[in-house]
T-cell receptor
Framework: EPEVTQTPSHQVTQMGQEVILRCVPISNHLYFYWYRQILGQKVEFLVSFYNNEISEKSEIFDDQFSVERPDGSNFTLKIRSTKLEDSAMYFC?????????FGPGTRLTVT | KQEVTQIPAALSVPEGENLVLNCSFTDSAIYNLQWFRQDPGKGLTSLLLIQSSQREQTSGRLNASLDKSSGRSTLYIAASQPGDSATYLCAVTSGTYKYIFGTGTRLKVLA
């Protein structure tokens, strides 16, 4: 069964460094999403992407964040200058229409 | 603005009990509602998806119902087992395609 994959599973970085989180969505899906979950808190929507552009973003998704689908298969989330509060689990998801399929997540630890 | 609430926040039951988890949402104009399971530090495992036109879905010992007009969904777990111990999340889509998650119910089934 097709699944969404994410790499790396765990990334440790120093404050101020740039990180890129990678996702491979399900191949025939049209919509792509990033969510994050700070430890002990609810899963929060960051951004949705459709037709090679951002379709919606939350207040969390400020200028430090960007997304890209560079080659038609990968979907990346870049954080330009990480802060301590960016430490969280980041989930990628994809959908054909409504039902979203989630990847296993990348745990980002900013020290 | 859609808000999703889950009650109770935590639940501890002896093995074998039937139990009900509740999810409520403020805007009844949803496309679908999905229940997930999350083990500590892990990703999201999809359990059941109920489309807006449906009233319930069943999978094994799990049954989820949806009452859009009252903004409620319940997840019924029959004959609970220690392996069911996890956090259960509900999420809804409305308006745009993003998921809005509840805060979860942390379930512990005692052997």
């Amino acid at each position: 069964e097709p699944e969404v994959t994410q790499t790396p599973s765990h990334q440790v970085t120093q404050m101020g460094q740039e990180v890129i989180l990678r996702c491979v969505p399900i191949s025939n899906h049209l919509y792509f999403y990033w969510y994050r979950q700070i430890l002990g808190q609810k899963v929060e929507f960051l951004v949705s992407f459709y037709n090679n552009e951002i379709s919606e973003k939350s207040e969390i998704f400020d200028d430090q964040f960007s997304v890209e689908r560079p080659d038609g298969s990968n979907f990346t989330l870049k954080i330009r200058s990480t802060k301590l509060e960016d430490s969280a689990m980041y989930f990628c998801a994809s959908s054909f229409v409504y039902e979203q399929y989630f990847g296993p997540g990348t745990r980002l630890t900013v020290t | 603005k859609q808000e999703v609430t889950q009650i109770p926040a935590a639940l501890s039951v002896p093995e074998g009990e039937n139990l009900v988890l509740n999810c409520s949402f403020t805007d009844s104009a949803i496309y679908n509602l999905q229940w997930f399971r999350q083990d500590p530090g892990k990703g999201l495992t999809s359990l059941l998806l109920i489309q807006s036109s449906q009233r319930e879905q069943t999978s094994g010992r799990l049954n989820a119902s949806l009452d859009k007009s009252s903004g409620r969904s319940t997840l019924y777990i029959a004959a609970s087992q220690p392996g069911d111990s996890a956090t259960y999340l509900c999420a809804v889509t409305s308006g745009t395609y993003k998921y809005i998650f509840g805060t979860g119910t942390r379930l512990k089934v005692l052997a």
